[in-house]
């Protein structure tokens, strides 16, 4: 196989530059390796938190979780705590709070999700303090034996920048920094036609685990690991000729063709049984494609979503290319979260850091589908591909699941478990003396990419 490393694979070479699933230009940040002391550093990880996360618009949350006004959910990013909040009728009516009362700083929520007082207040649980959806000092409970001068100011919750694209909440502890929409670069532009608000969550999964929040990020940016890691995705995807794209503000892009025989197997005619299989899944008839070989297979998984999508009332299926109904587009956000973006479901996992130990990190994946209420059809859990993924008949996403823990490997589902069983083994071995630094491959350049990103922040 010929191989250029500025070029890299190109999934799409048909379509034209400014396409969405165009090749981005490639970027050369050359093969020095990458001190590992930039993963468990105290000092590196005070730099990032000085210079990057109290700087940079970070994942709050989605719109769907707070449709009235006065719900809410809570937001924990390293040593700090927020509190977003719908407290208008309006689609972009959110606020977004420091979860800290300014009296003596206890946290005003503790649970992930809830919703105001009923008397549609805030109110601290520790002496009483009342605050408004909008932030303001509602009521400082026996104010009589405060001096005036103490609390004239009218003490209320320090607001922080809250903006939202798509039905995702981002928050930016920076009053200076520049627009979301611009911090997202392409990626709004290369996903306008998915309405991201009519995606339902189906799990929801959140973990402290002992790993760098980067050490774990770089596992899920890269698919050079999918044959050893996630042998059961081989039958149906590509692990190999995946495409790789920098764009700016450290944004990133891979795109992982699926749905048909690919160059790891000599025999790309046969249709396998894998293939088959998700055509089943989503009602479509594998003799209405018996004319197809395998390495065309993907055409069969196109027309069958496609027709599924009518089905189902999904019209905006009728403004996604080919391309986009077929393959796993992979968004990593800087710095904090990939988005597996799938025709029919979205893999959302968020990458924050632990507040004092920098070998320890909090992860989150958040599987959404589009339901298929009032049908005997079912939905697949982006993040699962073993039988534990698979919905009941006519699931409607009409119950929000809470946010759970796993209690053991096996419940982060089948493939996300893979990556959790060996990422702690990864932070330990950063730490060997025989370790050098990562070695890195074109078809990991995305890490490069955003530690470059990183690195700007800091100024260095």
Known sequence: MNYDYK????????????????KAPYVDFGTDRIDPKRYYSAEEAELEWSHMWTKVWSFAGLL?????????????LGRESFIVVRNGP???????????????????????????????????????????LDGKNVEIRDEV?????????????????CEIWNSFIFINMDPDAIPLLEHLDVMPEHLKAYPFEKYRVIRDVQVC??????????AFVEFYHADDVHPQVIPFSETLECQYDLFGHGLSRMIIPLGYVTSRFDDRDTVTEGLKMFIAFFGGN???????????????????????????????????TDEQVADDWNYFVFPSITLNVFSDSLLIQVFRPHATDPQKSYYRAISLCLPVGGTQEMVMDPGSFGPEAVSEPGWDGAVRPPIVTPEKLEDFGSVLSQDA????????????????????SESEIRIRHYLAEIDRYIGR
Do not use: M
């Not at 034996?145 to 920048?161: D, S």
């Not at 069969?300 to 599924?308: E, G, I, N, Y």
């Open 7 to 22: 070029r890299g694979f190109v999934v799409y070479p048909h379509l034209p530059q400014d396409a969405p699933g165009a």
């Open 64 to 76: 769907t979780d707070i449709p009235e006004v006065g719900d809410y959910f809570k937001v924990e």
């Open 90 to 132: 309006g689609i972009s009516d959110i606020g977004a709070y420091y979860n800290v009362c300014p009296h003596r700083g206890n946290r005003i929520a503790n649970s992930d999700f809830g919703r105001v007082s009923e008397d549609g207040c805030f109110r601290c649980d520790f002496h009483g303090w009342r605050f408004g």
């Open 145 to 161: 034996i405060f001096r005036q001068e103490a609390i004239a100011h009218r003490p209320g919750l320090k607001p922080v920048r």
């Open 209 to 218: 685990w002992d790993v760098n929040w980067k050490a774990a990020v770089d």
């Open 286 to 320: 594998n003799e209405d494609y018996k004319d197809l070989k395998g390495s065309e297979y993907a055409r069969a998984l196109v027309d069958t979503k496609r027709k599924w999508a009518a089905r189902h009332g999904y019209d905006f299926f009728q403004k996604l």
């Open 421 to 440: 069983r060996r990422l702690p083994e990864v932070q330990k071995g950063l730490r060997s003396a025989a370790f050098e630094g990562y070695v890195l």
